[in-house]
């Protein structure tokens, strides 16, 4: 269950980019997340409102974008899709390979609510 | 690049970075990693090993794989050539860290409670309560554990994990972020190996490269004392490959951790 350091960790994120920005709230937020991160969507929404209670960040809404697992062959040269525990080129079968995608875990962006301005 | 201008965008990720906001919003775009503050503090522990020449590596494995004995063992047979110091992770008791005291180097226990990783935070509040003067290799004894660990970097320069005989040799296809993420993969407690006849060395090193992951596999038996001159010289390598880096400013970070969104940009 370590998502739920993960969640915090994106919670003081979240309250960071709310008071840099001088907005109200983060009211929606995207992550790019790929099974090889070892962090687990479903379970990183569950654990996010326990970390979000009472912050900037409470009525935030999640939005992941799955990154799939992608290698390129180091042999051949070839990207292919792979499954996360065989990381095999899908053209020669080699596994010499490198991940372009697939293990991040990233913060994209960020919809903040703006204070009301009255001129 | 840097994260606040937006020069980190690039044709790749523009599309993920912006979308229409209503009046009275707006949309930023970040493309920060999630764990950004402990890579932060992570690269600061790296750094302070760096600057004191001291090899750090990462110890995990599943529970009851043998870390600790392994370090027993390595400190037992390299203490005229090494100082050694270990940081022991357990969600409760100082049992680990008595038995390394037991063989004379220092070594500093944390007590998660009920967290089942260590993170760079952890480990830089142990740093607070050790003396590293002279410390050639500093082992971090992760909780035991093939899940969480593998995704804190704590400032370690490489991983070994540890793979028991009498654990499944799939465990590597079942904990692929594990042993992805592995410099050296021990085998350990090999003298058990005649008598657990559905463990195949091989088939367990042909999950680990079934993970593109070109790491030795070392087999082992820290108790009886097989196949550790493999593992001894590992560590001379590492350490020396650690101090030609530092002699030249430069430091490393285990083969797989990820360089941050760049990699992924295009």
């Not at chain 2, 037991?102 to 480990?123: E, N």
Request: proline fraction near 5%; glycine fraction near 6%; aromatic fraction near 4%.
């Amino acid at each position: 269950m370590h998502e739920l350091s993960v969640a915090q960790a994106l919670v003081e994120q979240l309250e960071n980019i709310v008071r840099e920005r001088k907005a109200d709230a983060a009211t929606s937020f995207r992550i790019r997340i790929g099974p090889l991160s070892g962090v687990v969507p479903d379970l990183l929404a569950s654990a996010f409102p326990l970390a979000a209670a009472g912050s900037v960040a409470e009525h935030a809404v999640m939005d992941f974008v799955e990154a799939p697992v992608r290698v390129r062959c180091q042999t051949c040269g070839a990207e292919s899709e792979a499954a996360m525990n065989r990381l095999l080129c899908g053209a020669c079968g080699d596994w010499h390979t490198q991940l372009v995608s697939g293990d991040e875990l990233i913060l994209e962006s960020v919809e903040l609510q703006l204070p009301v301005t009255t001129q | 690049m840097c994260d606040t201008c937006g020069c980190n965008l690039t044709p790749g990720n523009r599309k993920f970075a912006y979308k229409p906001v209503e009046p009275g919003a707006t949309t930023v775009s970040v493309l920060q990693n999630l764990l950004k503050k402990n890579d932060d503090q992570a690269a600061h522990n790296r750094a302070h090993f760096d600057s004191r020449g001291i090899l750090t590596i990462n110890l995990m494995s599943s529970p009851g794989s043998g870390k600790t004995a392994l370090l027993e063992a390595t400190i037992a047979a390299l203490k005229n050539e090494f100082k050694i110091a270990v940081i022991e992770g357990d969600l409760e008791t100082e049992n680990d860290a008595e038995r390394i005291r037991a063989q004379g180097v220092p070594a500093h226990q944390i007590v998660t409670g009920t967290a089942c990783h260590l993170d760079a935070h952890l480990v830089h509040d142990a740093l607070h309560h050790m003396n590293l003067n002279g410390v050639d290799i500093l082992f971090i004894e992760n909780v035991g554990n093939l899940v969480c660990p593998a995704s804190f970097d704590l400032g370690q320069h490489v991983n070994v994990t540890l793979l028991s005989v009498t654990e499944g040799d799939d465990k590597p296809a079942k904990y692929p972020v594990m042993f992805r993420a592995a410099d050296a993969v021990l085998l350990s407690k090999t003298d058990l190996l005649p008598h657990l006849d559905d463990f195949n060395p091989v088939r367990a090193t042909s999950h680990v490269r079934n993970l593109a992951n070109t790491a030795p596999v070392i087999q082992l038996s820290a108790r009886k004392d097989i196949g550790m001159d493999g593992w001894y010289n590992w560590l001379r390598e590492q350490l020396a490959a650690q101090r030609a880096l530092a002699a030249d400013g430069a430091t490393r970070r285990p083969a797989i951790q990820p360089d941050g969104i760049q990699l992924h940009a295009v």
